[in-house]
């Protein structure tokens, strides 16, 4: 079955240090690949995506994520991580079957302790 | 440049009710989406609109939900009559067109709690 996985509900990192959320996807074929951020209150912002090319995509906030096609994995990165990064991380792709509309995982839920 | 509205952003009403969701999308954008989060689980769609016309509705329970985006700009979602499972928050979207490769820009929500 399809299916978009984020295996980390909550992480928890300190003020300064690096991140990484995992998202791993299950489909025939690369997907278009989303990394979108919700926080308290607030609609979801798109950090950053991937369609084709360069697998490294940097985007707003400081984020960067990897594409591994052998892995099946779209991992979403930060160097430093700041409190205000604090928020839920959702991993979505599209494009499958000609469709529009996008599909998520979970969700992580990050906590940044100063 | 404005976001996507929505309104109201909390609602509370009793099983068996109706209640009815507005979203105004970003000018000039010709795609809108409703979806729907439940707490813990990711966003789901419900609907998508191609200007006035319906996309996709597969995943709408028909029974209870409908949608309509009348000339092509603004949007309602109404539900009727609520189930306790209808609790979550419903999301709507907008993109400039259609395609996977267009930004989808969210608006901020409408909490409901169905008691």
């Known amino acids: 079955a399809q299916s978009v996985t984020q295996p980390d509900i909550h992480i928890t990192v300190s003020e300064g240090a690096s991140l990484e959320l995992r998202c791993n996807y299950s489909?025939?074929?690369?997907?278009?690949l989303f990394w979108y951020v919700q926080s308290p209150g607030q609609g979801l912002q798109l950090l950053l995506k991937y369609f084709s090319g360069d697998t490294l995509v940097q985007g707003i906030k400081g984020f960067e994520a990897e594409f591994k096609r052998s892995q099946s994995s779209f991992n979403l990165r930060k160097p430093s991580v700041h409190w205000s990064d604090a928020a839920e991380y959702f991993c979505a792709v599209g494009g499958l079957a000609g469709a529009n509309n996008l599909f998520f995982g979970t969700g992580t839920r990050l906590t940044v302790i100063p | 440049e404005a976001g996507v509205a929505q309104s109201p952003r909390y609602k509370i009403i009793e099983k068996r009710q109706s209640v009815a969701f507005w979203c105004n999308p970003i000018?000039?954008?010709?795609?809108l989406y409703w979806y729907q989060q439940i707490l813990g689980q990711g966003p789901k769609l419900l609907i998508q609109?191609?200007?006035?016309?319906?996309?996709?509705d597969s995943q709408l329970p028909k029974d209870r939900f409908s949608a309509e985006r009348l000339k092509g700009v603004d949007s309602t979602l109404k539900i009727q009559p609520a189930k306790l499972e209808d609790s979550a928050v419903y999301l709507c979207?907008?993109?400039?067109?259609?395609?996977?490769?267009?930004?989808?820009?969210f608006g901020p929500g409408t909490r409901l709690t169905v008691t």
């Open positions: 609109f191609q200007n006035n016309g319906v996309v996709d």
């Open positions: 489909y025939g074929a690369t997907p278009y």
């Open positions: 979207a907008s993109s400039l067109v259609a395609g996977p490769s267009y930004e989808q820009y």
């Open positions: 000018s000039g954008h010709a795609t």
